[in-house]
């Protein structure tokens, strides 16, 4: 592969829901172009960008891909992005890399939750886009259903520049509104061949109706344009495409294609816009850097004369290779062997066999141009979203904003001894997926694992097993209880031991009183006339925190109640500070069962964004998770509903949310409050943990 200038690089997202045949189409543009030797398939886990043991063996996109597509002298980076969900990270992660992007969607299913997901991403970075309709020959294809879908749910500036011929089992040609064309395909075309005819007569008033619409929109976008088109003036291709590619920038034209990928139909026309459409990378916005360290803030454009600004993107681990990481370059140029600087990791890294990804290949190169996207493999110290500059710069980009995670389990090892694998599995995990995160909860004594959705965790899980050798399954994560009081008590606690030599005493009397929700432990000394010495009043103090680390009822902590101390009685030889700090003890367990202790449970505030009609059923849905509704209200296009809801009933949600909305409602939550649990609840928690406090002794 040659080295390609800047303005002969267009880096395009493929984007779209799952299954809309993106990476079908991927495969598809590298192998027409010719620049990929075989034509692969999804079904058979030859797919260029579906390569890793995960992605053959579920026949779907996990991590995004990049593969290459040279057409008329210019190089096309492909990102092959993931649809599902769970998976979006990547999508975002390819939207930031890119200068443009295809949306693809089936011809089929349409505009599907991901596909608004992904154009709303595009949109935080005005990308141009281009639409594709995919799938065409597939039963049921339907392009007019698909185009009045995106008008409703995605953009009323969509115009068609092609229409098929046939649709479903009949589908067998494209019309194009530029060239006033067809092309016709013979069944067991390889590589998008096709036979150029006039416009079959029976399409005259469509493809009449088409044009008019695309030439009319066209010069919607351009005053000038506009008075020429209203003075009866034909307007050229070449003018077209250029005042189209205008539009596209301004984000008032979204071009809508269509074809058959895995057919190979629809994808030399695509080809040549994706080259005549998109814009090269010195087309688009400067982007903001940061010097490292300092507030010195200015813009860099794709010129190889600025100074190195590159992101990391994407971090794939690959065996027998480690870790490629997938870098784009916003300003300057890389030459192989060069050495680069990740300033806030202090890391100077050395790019060695600089590469260029297609699919799992790297393909050695001796340079890259500004706006190029590359890959290098085994740095040592640079992850996701790192920028790399050189020294004497050591400049920052804005990080990728990846998104939070929605879901949470435990994680634990299956062989004992194998938790600092775990730990160090997990971090290097995190920092490969910046959608993945984790966490040691010492309350809890359980490892979280935090990411998109089951799926995610699920190859989480599995890739630590690949990768770093650790066995591990997922559970049930812990709530964290608290007990506290409802009523007074008081009484004693003496702690004394004779045993030969020098003895052991300490003796106190404290009362507990419950305090409001949020107060704490609250310590008073009512000490006079010195019954229990100065120095040994902060011990009994110790002493009753240490008791009330483990609750009366279940052996939670207890919060928000006070303890005075008011009587006691000491031992001028046996008295010292471990003496008072056991009566304290003792004190606490004597009286607190008095207390008419109860449990608490963490209540959430749950905030959920779901369209309208699906409100009743995430409404019910809370409800019987013991929530309490506080309101609902119009946020956009989407109800926001905002409910009180106990922790423990809240595990796994994001799924059940995901199926009841059928993958279009959102949701946040965070902590509220301790509230008395029912005494249902607290009866079944005291159980269960009765069981897991003697499992621990046993
Ligand atoms: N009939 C038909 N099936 C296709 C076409 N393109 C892809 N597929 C199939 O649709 C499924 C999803 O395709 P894939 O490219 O993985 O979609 P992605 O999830 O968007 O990357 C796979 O089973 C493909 O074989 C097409 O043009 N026609
Ligand atoms: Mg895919």
Redesign the pocket.
């Given at each position: 592969m040659r080295v390609y200038k800047t303005n002969e690089i267009r880096n395009v997202a493929?984007v779209?829901?799952?299954?809309?045949?993106?990476?079908?189409?991927?495969?598809?543009l590298a192998f027409v172009a010719g620049t990929s030797k075989r034509h692969g398939?999804?079904?058979d886990g030859t797919?260029l960008?579906?390569f890793t043991a995960d992605e053959i063996e579920r026949?779907?996109?996990i991590n995004l891909a990049l593969a290459v597509a040279e057409w008329m002298d210019t190089k096309i980076n492909l990102i092959?992005t993931?649809?599902?969900l769970d998976f979006t990270g990547d999508a975002l992660a390819g939207v930031y890399a890119a200068d443009s992007a295809v949306v693809?969607l089936?011809a089929t299913a349409g505009v599907e939750v991901g596909t608004e997901k992904v154009w709303d991403y595009c949109e935080r970075r005005s990308l141009p886009r281009l639409l594709f309709v995919?799938?065409?020959?597939?039963e049921h294809a339907n392009f007019e259903r698909v185009f009045d879908q995106i008008k409703e749910r995605l953009t009323t500036k969509v115009i068609p520049v092609e229409i098929p011929v046939g649709e479903g089992l009949e589908f067998h040609g494209i019309i194009n509104l530029f060239s006033k064309k067809a092309h016709l395909y013979k069944k067991g075309t390889k590589a998008g061949e096709y036979e150029e005819v006039d416009v079959p007569d029976e399409y005259q008033d469509r493809f009449a109706k088409y044009s008019q619409e695309l030439i009319e929109s066209i010069a919607a976008t351009d005053d000038t344009l506009l008075e020429r088109y209203l003075g009866g003036e034909e307007i050229g291709r070449d003018e077209a495409i250029a005042a189209m590619k205008a539009g596209m920038a301004k984000g008032e034209l979204f071009p809508l294609f269509c074809?058959?990928?895995?057919?190979t139909?629809g994808t030399r026309a695509l080809l040549n816009k994706l080259v005549e459409l998109c814009p090269a990378p010195q087309e688009r916005p400067p982007v903001d850097v940061q010097k490292w360290g300092s507030a010195d803030r200015f813009t860099v454009k794709a010129d190889d004369a600025g100074p190195l600004v590159a992101q990391v993107f994407k971090t794939v681990s690959e065996p027998h290779v480690g870790d490629v990481t997938l870098f784009r370059i916003y300003s300057g140029s890389v030459k192989n062997g060069q050495d680069v600087f990740n300033a806030p990791r202090d890391a100077t890294e050395k790019l060695n066999h600089l590469c260029v990804a297609q699919g799992k290949e790297r393909i050695e190169i001796a340079e890259l141009h500004s706006g190029d996207i590359g890959a290098v493999a085994k740095l040592r110290d640079t992850h996701t979203n790192d920028t790399l500059s050189t020294k004497d710069k050591g400049l920052v980009l804005q990080k990728i904003p990846f998104p939070e995670p929605v879901i949470t389990v435990a994680v634990e090892v299956k062989q004992r001894g194998e938790e600092d694998k775990l730990s160090t599995g997990l971090h290097k995990l995190h920092e490969e997926d910046p959608t993945f995160h984790h966490e040691y909860n010492p309350e809890l004594a359980q490892t979280l694992i935090r990411g998109l959705g089951e799926r995610h965790l699920e190859i989480v899980v599995g890739r630590l097993a690949r990768k770093f050798g650790v066995h591990a399954q997922t559970a049930k994560p812990k709530v964290a209880y608290r007990e506290t009081f409802r009523g007074k008590n008081e009484g004693q606690g003496k702690h004394k031991k004779q045993s030969g030599g020098r003895g052991q005493y300490g003796d106190c009397w404290i009362r507990i009183a419950p305090l409001p929700r949020g107060s704490g432990l609250q310590f008073v000394d009512e000490i006079v006339g010195g019954v229990i010495p100065r120095q040994y009043i902060p011990a009994v103090e110790r002493g009753v925190q240490e008791a009330a680390s483990k609750g009366p009822v279940a052996g939670y902590p207890v919060v928000d109640f006070k303890v005075e101390l008011y009587d006691g009685s000491y031992h001028d030889v046996d008295s010292n500070e471990m003496s008072f700090k056991m009566a304290g003890i003792l004190a606490f367990r004597n009286v607190s069962p008095g207390c008419r202790p109860v449990l608490l449970e963490p209540i959430m505030e749950v905030e959920v964004w779901s369209p309208d009609e699906y409100q009743g059923a995430v409404m019910g849905d809370l409800s019987s998770r013991r929530g309490h509704i506080v309101g609902t209200d119009k946020d956009g296009k989407l109800t926001k509903i905002k409910a009180m809801v106990p922790e423990a009933e809240l595990d796994r949600y994001a799924t059940t949310l995901h199926s009841i909305t059928h993958g279009r409602g959102t949701y946040k939550m965070k902590f509220h409050v301790y509230q008395d649990a029912p005494p249902d609840v607290a009866a079944r928690v005291t159980e269960a943990r009765k069981k897991e406090l003697e499992e621990v002794k046993a």
């Open positions: 493929v779209g829901h799952g299954a809309s045949g993106k990476t079908s189409l991927v495969d598809a398939s999804v079904k797919a960008t579906d026949k779907y996109s092959d993931p649809g599902y693809v089936s995919s799938l065409m020959d597939k074809g058959a990928a895995e057919l139909y």
